[in-house]
């Protein structure tokens, strides 16, 4: 199912997506069925999934073999509108940087096929078996961008730009900058946080190009890194802080996001939205939640198998909370 509310503000997104959330709970439960919120479900497996009869997703199964057949994953897409085609491709080189800071904010994926992965995001782990996936190219202008696209749909390797999935894109049906390297955050309250935080970081990079100033351009072999330490970490982990060198705690990353942000999120309405980053990285995200509750189950005696029912207990919990009909 695909959903695309168009909202004025994060409260606003905050009360479609809630009524989203429940109304999908509503119609599952009918099939005896319920929904999570995660990346990965902690025990499915891939293999035992039945393909949906699209021909967009046929076509990827004959093109793609194996690699696309494991995609039993979610992510979260965030799409801020940037109506200057230019602006929209110079804001993507510069948000590359905060795009760690973004998924050590949402990790949900710490388990595949009943197994700790030790990574808070393993999903990325799976998606990065796909090609055009990772961090984007650098580009000079949008036209240098749909040089590429036109140059790789001649050569019959991809249809359209869809199919380049990229951490951070140009919406290839939307005037938007659309976010994609965040997993699917179980409490809705830090799916608001972490798109409240992109929203912000896009409105502030626009706000800094019309002063006539920009983000400093890093190497994407550092941004690539911090990705990985993000994946590797989440929300209690550290990443390099590029401006002045060396690792440091998300909690303090955070702060001067905040700090940075604090005019666009006045400008935005949503002030509260964007601190609660901070209780995330003191008390962790889902894929923290995951491996803590399957240790408690496994302290209390309970099986593997047992103990993973209960993780997916907790998500069926967490999915719903804060949610309600419209």
Known sequence: MQFHPVCSSIKEARQALGALRHCVSTHAGNYGLAIIAASTHPFSKWEEQVTTHKERYEELARNMRGAVRRMLICGMHVHVAIEDEDLRIDVMNQVSYFL?????????????????????????????????????????????????????????????????????????????????????CTRLDDAITVAALYQCLVRMMVRLRR????????PRTLLRENRWLAQRYGAGGALIDLGRGGRRPMAELIDEIL??????????????????????????TSADRQLARFAAERADGKSPEEAFIGVVDMLLEETLEGTEAS
């Open 259 to 284: 700090e940075l942000i604090a005019e666009d999120a006045e400008a935005l309405d949503c002030v509260e939205e964007v601190a609660r980053a901070r209780d995330i990285t003191l008390g962790g």
């Open 100 to 184: 760690p800071h973004l998924l050590a904010l949402s990790t949900s994926s710490p388990f595949w096929h009943g197994q700790n992965m030790g990574l808070k995001s393993y999903r990325l782990s799976v998606f990065d078996g796909m090609p055009r996936t990772g961090l984007p190219d650098m580009f000079n202008s949008f036209g240098e961008y749909q040089r590429l696209v036109d140059q790789m749909a001649a050569s019959e390797v991809i249809g359209d730009a869809t199919k380049l999935w990229w951490d951070v894109r140009p919406s290839a049906h939307f005037p938007t900058l659309e976010m994609r390297i965040t997993d699917v």
């Open 211 to 218: 002063r006539n100033q920009r983000w400093r351009i890093y």
